[in-house]
């Protein structure tokens, strides 16, 4: 539905000036009655503002529950990707989680970032959905290479051949995006959401320079670090929850790729760890009976991988087989999401009895798509790659052999045996365009400055930085160094134990400590580190399902068990998306 737009006169001195300011007009959601739905417009090229072209981009709300004269304003909220539906993550229940985190005090409102979901125009890189499908089935899930030989000079070749195949399968969708030259496709990096953002705030409070609260998950961190750079006088609170890079994330993505893996060892030592403490009862890798050479569950992991580089597996249908790159990407996939890991550690533990059937169903699970229309519009399911492309540097002159080296090296410094399930985005970007859109993105170039710290401080708009301490995915390290970028003007908070952003195991310390600041601007004046209060291995979760009912290990009062049942339905809503 288009927004209306209505000219508002405004006296500046005794200069008489019209701007426009959209009026939204909201409607229940189609597929959710309880939530609002309106859609807004926005220039589709901020570099030149004349140009008539729209994109439109969809808003999801969840109304403050307290009395309007009591709400507090809204709270935007990112989940990341870069191109998860933030719609879909409010109606899947982040709505009402971050609702109930900050007591009702806020309408929650997210958005479907440009280029993707029901965000117009779309990202696509194929005409039909049907070309679409089959293109994401034609690329491998990892490069099919094992890390058990990577000290081994004779494999060296077959290392490279590996990496070859995979790199040109990748080269041909990048290929192909950039021969779909969607209008979407240089208008959808982070300089443009930030504007985007900007707008739909305003377009929320009804007035100019309203100010931003919001909480960032993930790739949502790259999106608050342009927005409080781009528009440091329009800080309200500002949570970065797993942080990216924001200095990497402007380079070639050689740059980011170190940075990925600092605490994937971390979270695997975590898994065989906890496991190991939760007995047979808790964790079913611990059910063998004796007769194995090794009871070390790191080590037993690595034998099943080493295994299907050998001899890969053949499902029970007969229809494909379980590889090393298949073992990686479901590794790569889980491991960021402890929730999950006790029906991972009944999986591996079948998988090693020669069962692959609990292990496909998972990983289908989290790859499978709805019913496909073949011959209707592409629906951007792509469109991560590109835009992360075009928000890093361009990095066409990245030869392939110093992403093998590189890759060789990260794995066996840091220790990482599935690396090879996180290559995609820089085989795609180094085989992408080095076009970039006309609005530059800042990436770091004011936080490394302080400038942006200088007027944060000015203004006394501190934000607040929040990571888990062994986050496979966002590594604490990248939150310390946006901290250390904005010394006067925020502080960091983590919860110790694994998973990608702090709500991936609640933690009462650390939603306390996100909720005083939404609700009071209360900052912790010392850096501050929370306990875990979620069960990952334990006799009363389910085995059964990546969405077990959560176990929290500790007595809470009622308004306690709120928070941390809130923070567990916002990480299932953030889990559920694509
Ligand atoms: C080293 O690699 C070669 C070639 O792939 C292989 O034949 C050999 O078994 C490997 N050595 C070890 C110790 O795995
Ligand atoms: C892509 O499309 C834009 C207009 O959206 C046009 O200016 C540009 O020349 C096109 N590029 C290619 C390589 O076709
Ligand atoms: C170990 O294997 C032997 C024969 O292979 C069997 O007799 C014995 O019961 C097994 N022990 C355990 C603890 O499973
Ligand atoms: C398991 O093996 C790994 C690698 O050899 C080692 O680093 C780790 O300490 C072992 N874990 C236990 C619990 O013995
Ligand atoms: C599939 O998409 C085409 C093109 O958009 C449309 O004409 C057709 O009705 C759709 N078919 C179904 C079964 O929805
Ligand atoms: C990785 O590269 C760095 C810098 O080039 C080098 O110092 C280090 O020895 C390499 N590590 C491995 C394990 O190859
Ligand atoms: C709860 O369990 C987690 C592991 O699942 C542990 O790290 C944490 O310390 C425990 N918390 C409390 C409050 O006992
Ligand atoms: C929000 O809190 C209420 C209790 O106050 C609870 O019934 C509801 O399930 C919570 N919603 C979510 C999404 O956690």
Same mark, same amino acid.
């Given at each position: ?333 889980? *491991?960021?999401? =402890? &929730? !999950?890991?006790?029906?991972? #550690?009944?999986? /591996? ?8 059937? @609990? ?109 888990? *301490?062994?986050? =496979? &995915? !966002?590594?604490?390290?990248? #939150?310390?160094? /946006? ?8 502080? @960091? ?86």
């Amino acid at each position: 539905m288009p927004t209306q737009w209505s000219p508002k006169l405004y006296l500046v001195g005794c200069l008489q000036i019209t701007l426009t300011l959209a009026t939204l007009q909201w409607s229940p959601c189609a597929s959710n009655p309880a939530l609002d739905c309106t859609t807004l417009e926005v220039p589709l090229e901020y570099a030149e503002p004349k140009n008539r072209a729209l994109a439109y981009i969809p808003l999801a709300r969840y109304k403050a529950t307290v009395p309007q004269s009591q709400r507090k304003g809204s709270l935007l909220t990112n989940p990341g990707g870069p191109g998860s539906s933030g719609i879909e993550f409010i109606q899947n229940g982040a709505g009402e989680g971050i609702s109930n985190v900050t007591d009702g005090f806020y309408d929650i409102v997210s958005w479907d970032p440009r280029g993707v979901g029901s965000a117009r125009p779309l990202l696509q890189c194929f005409d039909t959905a049907g070309e679409e499908a089959d293109a994401s089935n034609a690329f491998p899930a990892a490069a099919e290479v094992e890390y058990s030989q990577f000290r081994n000079q004779s494999y060296m070749p077959s290392y490279y051949a590996a990496m070859q195949e995979y790199d040109s399968s990748m080269g041909q969708l990048a290929d192909a995006c950039a021969e779909h030259n969607s209008s979407a496709l240089y208008t959808s990096s982070a300089a443009y959401v930030v504007r985007d953002m900007a707008a739909i705030i305003d377009a929320l409070e009804g007035t100019h320079n309203a100010k931003l609260n919001y909480w960032g998950l993930s790739y949502g961190t790259i999106f608050g670090a342009e927005f409080i750079q781009t528009y440091p006088e329009r800080v309200g609170k500002v949570v970065f929850d797993g942080v990216f890079d924001a200095a990497a994330n402007a380079q070639p993505y050689t740059s980011q790729l170190p940075r990925d893996e600092l605490n994937v060892r971390d979270a695997i030592n975590d898994l065989a760890t906890l496991c190991t403490q939760a007995g047979p009862d808790g964790c079913a890798l611990i059910q063998d009976p004796g007769n194995r050479t090794t009871t070390n569950l790191t080590t037993r992991i690595a034998n099943l991988q080493a295994s299907l580089y050998e001899s890969p597996m053949e499902v029970s249908d007969g229809s494909w087989s379980i590889t090393v790159g298949t073992f990686s990407f479901f590794m790569y996939s889980f *491991l960021k999401l =402890p &929730t !999950t890991w006790s029906v991972v #550690a009944s999986a /591996l533990s079948s998988l090693e009895k020669g069962d692959t059937d @609990l292990f496909v169903s998972l990983l289908t699970g989290a790859t499978t798509t709805s019913a496909i229309n073949e011959t209707a519009p592409g629906t951007a399911s792509l469109a991560g790659w590109p835009i992360q492309c075009t928000d890093n540097a361009p990095s066409s002159h990245t030869e392939l052999s110093e992403v093998a080296r590189l890759f060789l090296n990260i794995s066996l410094t840091e220790e990482t045996p599935w690396l090879n399930a996180d290559l995609s985005t820089l085989s795609f970007c180094r085989n992408f365009p080095d076009t970039r859109p006309r609005v530059p993105n800042l990436g770091a170039s004011k936080l490394t400055t302080m400038e942006t710290n200088d007027i944060l401080t000015e203004h006394d708009t501190p934000v607040l930085i929040v990571n888990a *301490l062994h986050d =496979p &995915t !966002t590594p604490v390290n990248s #939150a310390q160094v /946006l901290h250390r970028w904005l010394p006067t003007s925020s502080q @960091l908070v983590t919860r110790q134990g694994p998973g990608h952003t702090t709500i991936s195991l609640a933690s009462l310390g650390l939603v306390q400590a996100i909720r005083g600041y939404f609700l009071e601007g209360d900052l912790p004046t010392k850096m501050e580190m929370h306990e875990v209060s979620q069960m990952v291995f334990s006799s009363e979760i389910a085995a059964d399902t990546t969405t077990p009912a959560p176990v929290f290990n500790g007595t809470y009062s009622q308004a306690d068990m709120v928070l941390l049942e809130s923070t567990s339905s916002i990480f299932l809503a953030f889990m559920g998306l694509p």
